[in-house]
Every structure is written in structure tokens, then in C-alpha cells.
């Protein structure tokens, strides 16, 4: 099983509460396996928590089918959302003066405080692109 930080999970939980009402959880939820509503819509979760990847995938392909056509648009409008948030917030600080070659190896440095399992290694980078395995 590999595992994901909840504060992916709590900040989409925001979005869909601020774009689509708090009524919106309940049709999500009753879209989604119980065992899957447990992890993701538990109350004793914290950012720093350790959720279950599989679960979390779930919700987004749920909320996008729910609150849009199911194509990846409306949890692709989702994320934006949110990494936009997060640069001009928590990041923005590592990330404002970085070259995208910067950015490619401060990622992969992170890797581990998002995830369980695997690694994020940048196998070669240039001016004009990297090469990053997962």
C-alpha cells in the first residue's frame, strides 16, 4: 500500500466546500466505497497524516465525475486551484528565485514528504529539460 500526506486531501476537501457547498461531500461520498469515505473523510486527520493513496485517487476520479464530465477537466481546475495556492504560499519562498533546473532537484528532494514508497531521482538535467524517474 503506498501512502500519501493528508493536506492534498484536506485541501481538496476546502475546494469542493468553497466551490461547491458543504452538500457536495455527501454526493461525493455516496459515490465512494465506505472503506475509501473512512480514510478520506475521517475526523482525526492531519495534514502530516499518512492516507492511503488508492483511496485518495478514488475521491478526485469521484469528484470529477460528480462535478464534471469524468474527462480530468474539472479535477484538473481542482489542482490548479490548489498548486496555486501553494506557491503563493508555503513555496514560495524555496521556488522564487529557482531556475527550472532548481525546481526539478528541489522536488525530488521532497519526494519522501509526500510519499511512503519509491523515490523521485532526476537522472539528467539541462537548459532544456530533465529527466526525473519515479
Not at 475546494?15 to 461531500?25: K, N
Not at 478514488?58 to 460528480?66: A, V
Not at 490548479?80 to 531556475?99: D, V
Request: overall charge negative.
Amino acid at each position: 500500500m503506498t501512502n500519501i500526506k493528508a493536506l492534498s486531501v484536506l485541501d481538496c476537501r476546502s475546494y469542493i466546500t468553497e466551490t461547491y457547498g458543504a452538500e457536495a461531500h455527501e454526493k461525493i461520498k455516496a459515490a465512494m466505497r465506505k472503506e475509501d469515505v473512512d480514510i478520506v473523510y475521517a475526523d482525526h486527520i492531519l495534514p502530516v497524516s499518512w492516507l492511503d493513496l488508492g483511496a485518495v485517487v478514488n475521491h478526485f476520479l469521484i469528484f470529477d465525475r460528480l462535478y464534471g464530465t469524468g474527462d480530468g477537466k474539472a479535477g484538473e481546475a481542482m489542482l490548479r486551484s490548489l498548486a496555486e495556492k501553494h506557491y503563493n504560499g508555503i513555496y514560495r519562498a524555496m521556488f522564487k528565485n529557482a531556475t527550472p533546473q532548481d525546481v526539478v532537484k528541489k522536488v525530488a528532494a521532497i519526494w519522501n514528504r509526500f510519499y511512503d514508497k519509491g523515490e523521485s531521482v532526476v537522472d539528467s538535467s539541462d537548459d532544456n529539460g530533465a529527466i526525473v524517474k519515479l
